[in-house]
């Protein structure tokens, strides 16, 4: 029988590569690292990196935002906005540790650029909408109508860009030997939101 599926609202999840030499981390360790007890996990002290260091690797970040806001959010162009990077930070994930299921608050874009991964190394993001699975249905398989939860490989100079609002995670890797090493950070936005004549108006400076 003919059918047709559409997917509605679809949540962006966006790529891209940078061809590049590894980026040096070890004044970034220097500084000092923060343990999380029980997780085999570290974040680095310095939450704003990008304000003293890797200019290439800011710029090459800053680029894509640009596109991803372009293409994703497609604002009008009047309203002069400007997203910029609010913070940023170093992930050491250790052999068996993990990152729990989390969003990132206070913030519109979020993203992850690897800089040391391992084989089969992935990050997971979760069905926004719980209560669709309200009632269970055992599946034949997965598909990206019906999954809880969506993984995609990570590899070295991957960079991830995604809504902040949308959970993601790594779940424990016990084939992993060597560190998952990664810069997370913020997006937020300056200029005019709102449309004219709506009760919705906000400058963000």
Known sequence: MEHEIFGVFPNPVYFAYRDSEEVDIEDIIKEGMQIHEGSSTAQSNNMNIFDTKLKELKEFIE?????YVREVLNPKEENELDFYITESWLNIVHPGGQHNRHCHQNSIISGVFYIATTKDDFINFYEPLPMKHQIKIEELGHNLWNAYSWYFPVTNNKLILFPSWLDHGVEVNGRQTT???????NVFV?????EPGNANKLILK
């Not at 560190?179 to 950070?185: G, K, T, V």
């Not at 300056?190 to 709102?194: A, I, N, S, V, W």
């Open 179 to 185: 560190d998952r090493i990664s810069l997370a950070f």
């Open 63 to 67: 680029g894509h935002i640009k596109i």
């Open 190 to 194: 300056r200029g005019k939101l709102g």
